[in-house]
């Protein structure tokens, strides 16, 4: 169920783009003519606004190099990428810029929070980065999904690991981005703050509509998504529904990924 009818800014009613997010044959070279290499090799996928896709690929398969061309950090080197109807190819780098600040919300397996700011101070961040009014009813309940209402005062190093990736998620919610981009973002977790995170993922996709993409090794992390992507060499090798760990584990040793 969807509760945030009034989030979809602008891009509700006639002309609504199905998909938050959509790559329409890109390919990543890196390195010169002659000795590069091809870390994506014509990547064509839709993203559904309000899904929850998970990235899993052996290593050296084009992971991260999918995300940060997915969520404009990098520029493919051919096709193209569009977040909602927005050419990311076409924009200049100030525009990017604005772009990842307004629409994009990441979080990282390093939570990368500011230790000398409080827990609203770093949620805070991007709206204020963006010029953007701050609203004191939204970030309290941002701070409240996540479950930090009480600590909003307090820094990072006063709080664990897990309630530090809440902060890191509040703060990627804040700006109600088109998608947020998880790379590893239980990596640094122990297992059952790990399942918390990803059941909170969870929860902003079914709850608030949010579309989360998420790179992951982790085949229990993975079964939290609605779609699983698998690359191999550069390409989408395969993709699966409503997954479950057992059969992402199977996926990926067939891929070698385990080998
Ligand atoms: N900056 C770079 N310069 C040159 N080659 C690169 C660069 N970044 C990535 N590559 C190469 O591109 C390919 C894909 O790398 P990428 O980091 O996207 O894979 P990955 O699936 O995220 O790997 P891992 O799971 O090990 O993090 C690899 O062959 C890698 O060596």
Redesign the pocket.
């Known amino acids: 169920m969807r509760t945030e009818t009034n989030d979809l800014r602008g891009h509700s009613g006639a002309g609504f783009p199905a998909f938050a997010l959509r790559l329409d044959g890109v390919v990543k070279e890196?390195?010169r003519a002659g000795r590069a290499?091809r870390?994506l090799d014509g990547v064509s996928v839709g993203i559904e606004r309000g899904s929850f896709t998970a990235v899993m690929?052996p290593?050296?398969?084009?992971?991260?190099?999918f995300l940060h061309c997915a969520a404009g950090l990098d520029k493919p080197s051919g096709g193209s990428v569009f977040l909602g109807d927005t050419d990311l190819g076409a924009m200049d780098e100030t525009r990017l810029t604005e772009l990842r600040r307004g629409r994009i919300g990441f979080v990282f397996q390093a939570f990368n929070l500011i230790p000398a700011l409080s827990v609203r101070q770093n949620v805070e961040l991007p709206l204020r980065l963006a010029g953007e009014r701050l609203d004191p009813a939204w970030l309290d309940e941002v701070l409240a999904r996540v479950g930090l209402a009480g600590r909003a005062a307090h820094r990072p190093a006063e709080l664990s690991g897990g309630q530090q990736q809440r902060v890191a998620i509040a703060r990627a919610l804040i700006t109600r981005p088109d998608v947020v981009f998880g790379d590893e973002p239980t990596g640094a977790l122990d297992t059952m703050t790990a399942r918390e995170i990803l059941s909170l993922l969870r929860s902003c996709v079914d709850e608030t509509g949010r579309t989360v993409v998420m790179v992951t090794?982790d085949p229990v992390a993975a079964s939290y998504a609605d779609t699983v992507l698998f690359?191999a060499d550069g390409r989408i090798a395969d993709r699966m529904q409503a997954p479950t760990a057992d059969r992402v584990a199977d996926r990926m040793t067939h891929l070698g990924a385990w080998a």
Do not use: N
């Open positions: 890196y390195g290499v870390a690929g290593s050296g398969s084009g992971k991260s190099t090794h690359l």
